[in-house]
């Protein structure tokens, strides 16, 4: 599923795609296997992109990931490390397969929130890949 969120996209705007297409999306296909692409570089520490989000978001996927095996929804999920050029490679990775494994994260960041422009923008995209291209096919509203 590729949703284009704009540059600064913070961790309120990324969580509402996850809460409302990726596991929708998931419990409604319950897929075998998910491979999941591992990038880093969405984090707000990196110099290369320019995306806001706080090691937060890459743990709600992983607990949404993990809580989806847990209830039968996926049998099998496999993460696939990608990229990311600064620090939140290292606290992602960490995070997550902190998550997986049931230790405690090392670090907790500030939840980082769009700038009212981004969010609106972020939210029409949103809403088009709902109507425009996912609703045809999986029962998302």
């Known amino acids: 599923i590729n949703v284009p969120l704009p540059p600064l996209t913070g961790d309120d705007l990324y969580e509402e795609v996850l809460n409302n297409i990726v596991e929708k999306v998931l ?8 491979l999941l692409s591992a990038g880093f570089d969405a984090h707000k520490e990196d110099p290369i992109t320019s995306m806001k989000l706080s090691v937060n978001s890459f743990v709600k996927i992983a607990e949404m990931i993990k ?3 847990e209830n039968g929804v996926t049998r099998k999920f496999i993460f696939v490390l990608e990229g990311g050029y600064g620090p939140g490679l290292a606290k992602g990775v960490y995070n997550i397969l902190a ?3 049931d230790l405690p994260s090392v670090e907790k960041e500030d939840k980082t929130i769009s700038t009212s422009g ?3 923008s972020g939210l029409k995209v949103i809403g088009n890949v709902i109507e425009k291209i996912l609703k045809p096919y999986w029962g998302l509203e």
């Open 27 to 34: 419990r409604e296909s319950s897929p075998e296997i998910l």
């Open 67 to 69: 809580r989806l095996k």
């Open 99 to 101: 998550c997986l494994i």
């Open 118 to 120: 981004v969010k609106q």
